[in-house]
């Protein structure tokens, strides 16, 4: 006899898809009781943390791509600070809570956000410009161009 089904039966809306799994777990009802003791704002350092920016240099270019759902520009910050720093920041606000309302999961995040980058010297500070399409904030950072050393043909005595 296999303890398996006992322990996971009803409880897999798909086998093949490993986000439909909803398994047993032993830890379940005894951290929220631990949680509920830490402080809303260390709970909320979380959605820092879950900021994801790609950075990607191009020849032209320094660009940033910010995955923002749900959030209009107005919501978000993009500003340059001690010249080199490029600093993305908002806020997601928590979704209104009803009294009859019962949560089954809460798992997407809310509170503040920031990230920081130090740009490197070839980035032109005073050219950042920003756009916000469909969730997503790209910022561009246009760079110096190079300066190739100039070749001088040295005449060949003989």
């Known amino acids: 006899m296999s303890l398996v089904p006992s322990l996971f039966s009803g409880r897999r809306t798909n086998v093949f898809d490993p986000f439909s799994l909803d398994l047993w777990d032993p830890f379940d009802g005894l951290l929220p009781s631990a949680i509920a003791n830490v402080p809303s704002s260390a709970r909320e350092t979380a959605a820092l943390a879950n900021l994801r920016i790609d950075w990607k240099e191009t020849p032209k270019a320094h660009v940033f791509h910010a995955d923002l759902p749900g959030l209009k520009k107005e919501e978000v910050k993009v500003e340059v600070e001690d010249g080199r720093i490029l600093q993305i920041s908002g806020e997601r606000n928590k979704e209104q809570e009803e009294k009859n309302d019962k949560w089954h999961r809460i798992e997407r995040s809310s509170g503040k956000f920031l990230r920081r980058f130090r740009l490197p010297e070839n ?36």
């Not at 920003?130 to 043909?153: F, Q």
Request: charged letters at 35%.
């Open 123 to 158: 980035a032109k500070m005073d050219q950042v410009k920003a756009s916000m399409e469909n969730g997503v904030l790209t910022v561009t950072v246009p760079k110096e161009e190079e300066k190739k050393p100039e070749v001088k043909p040295i005449e060949i005595s003989g």
